[in-house]
């Protein structure tokens, strides 16, 4: 009796443990995805548009659920960009854009549309 009450405490322990780990990270819950990402970037809006090439973007959080987003190539920043979690890890921009922003550990995807001007990029970390 007293071998099968230390299995079933070990058992619930591993099991809380196991549970309670987490491999989806979402970027209003932490830092993890700040950094530079290089890849393919675009920019179309304010007379100065910019064809589809090779760019960097470095993700920089604000705080809370803010980010700014740095484009190289002459692209205009993209900042105070404000996302909140929804369901299943999808996020929803508080301010009315359409568009999406998925930013996983190593890859940065994006297409957001705000006052007649559209960024792009695809690109790993």
């Keep these: ?11 619930f ?4 443990t196991v549970s309670s ?21 675009s920019y179309t809006g304010s007379g100065s548009d910019v064809d589809l090439g090779d ?3 470095t993700v920089v959080k604000i705080g809370g659920s803010n980010y700014s987003f740095k484009f190289d190539r002459g692209i205009p920043d993209l900042n105070n ?11 929803f ?6 568009g999406y922003v998925r930013i996983t550990e190593g890859k940065l995807t994006m297409a957001y549309a705000k006052d007649n001007q559209t960024w792009t990029a695809d690109a790993d970390r």
């Design 81 to 91: 960009v404000t996302m909140t979690k929804g369901d299943n890890n999808t996020l």
């Design 1 to 11: 009796m007293k071998n099968t009450l230390k299995l079933l405490s070990l058992l």
């Design 21 to 41: 780990c987490s491999k989806d990270d979402d970027p209003v819950d932490n830092d993890l995805f700040v950094g530079t990402y290089e890849g393919t970037t």
């Design 93 to 98: 921009f508080e301010d009315g854009v359409i």
């Design 55 to 57: 760019g960097k973007v």
């Design 13 to 16: 322990v591993v099991m809380f």
